[in-house]
């Protein structure tokens, strides 16, 4: 059975997101992704299995909505400002520049119907950035998110309306790089 993680974060101290935001983000829209994956798996441990099709539609969607939203909280709760050490180094190998991966990371904010993604990929061994959409569309098998930024209205509405490029600025301004990097760390040092 799936458990809602904690915020390792005050939700007040966050910059440009309010308490009420993050929170109602945290302990509706994140807790009902956590509840529709435990449901799904118990209705799959019977062994009637109607609508498997449906079911495991949902299973993807629930279990990608859940992960990615650990993902986004996951990071969140830092000061912003740019990655330092073993991530700033990938980034500007991989992208050319820091500044030139966040042109593309920006790029896909207008594009992403739910996400953009900063993952590792194991199949180059490179960071990419992605644009999804229902948390399960336009995922690449072999790659890990380290870095999520939710597109959807959910996550900024309340605070910003459709000021979309708000939100996104204040999203940047409580990243926790070091969190980040240690994503990358732990999947990068699973390559084979």
Not at 19 to 44: C, F, M, P, R, W
Not at 66 to 89: A, D, R, T
Not at 146 to 159: G, K, R, S, T, V
Request: hydrophobic share 35%; glycine share 8%; with cysteine.
């Amino acid at each position: 059975m799936h458990k809602k993680k904690p915020l390792k974060f005050d939700p007040a101290s966050l910059k440009g997101i309010s308490k009420k935001q993050i929170t109602l983000h945290h302990d509706k829209h994140y807790a009902s992704y956590v509840e529709g994956k435990n449901k799904i798996e118990k209705v799959l441990s019977k062994e009637k299995l109607d609508h498997i099709r449906e079911l495991k539609k949902s299973e993807s969607h629930n279990g990608s909505g859940m992960y990615l939203h650990e993902v986004y909280f996951g990071h969140l709760g830092g000061k912003g400002g740019k990655p330092s050490g073993i991530l700033m180094k990938k980034l500007k190998k991989d992208f050319g520049s820091f500044e030139k991966w966040k042109r593309e990371f920006m790029a896909c904010t207008g594009a992403a119907r739910g996400w953009v993604l900063l993952c590792f990929d194991w199949s180059d061994c490179r960071l990419h950035n992605y644009a999804v959409d229902f948390h399960d569309e336009g995922a690449v098998w072999g790659a890990a998110p380290i870095m999520a930024l939710d597109m959807w209205e959910h996550a900024y509405y309340l605070d910003y309306g459709p000021d979309k490029k708000k939100y996104i600025e204040a999203f940047f301004r409580n990243i926790n790089w070091k969190k980040i990097e240690e994503a990358y760390e732990r999947y990068a040092g699973q390559k084979s």
